[in-house]
């Protein structure tokens, strides 16, 4: 649950955040937790807790149905009805 509250503390010292990475945070909130903030200040590329839950669906989906998941659907009603931004 780290990160769902606005002061929790980071998961790492800033110190140990590296450049040129691809950083991907679980939490599924609105907005960006201080982890991916600290990244995207460090130029990172970011992938949010959300994308994470996306793609879960998508599969859980695949695994049920045995069909291909209406991906770009699934992202819409996400971020609809979380209140999301696509990135």
Not at 10 to 27: F, H, K
Not at 47 to 57: A, D, I, K, N, T
Not at 69 to 86: F, I, N, T, Y
Request: hydrophobic residues 45%; aromatic residues 6%; glycine residues 10%.
């Amino acid at each position: 649950p780290l990160g769902l509250k606005e002061r929790d503390p980071l998961p790492l010292p800033r110190a140990w955040m590296p450049q040129g990475i691809c950083v991907m945070d679980v939490v599924y909130s609105q907005g960006h937790t201080a982890f991916l903030r600290l990244a995207l200040a460090r130029g990172n590329r970011i992938v949010p807790g959300w994308r994470m839950l996306l793609h879960q669906g998508a599969k859980a989906f695949h695994l049920w149905t045995g069909c291909r998941p209406p991906l770009d659907r699934m992202e819409q009603a996400l971020c609809a009805v979380a209140g999301l931004k696509s990135v």
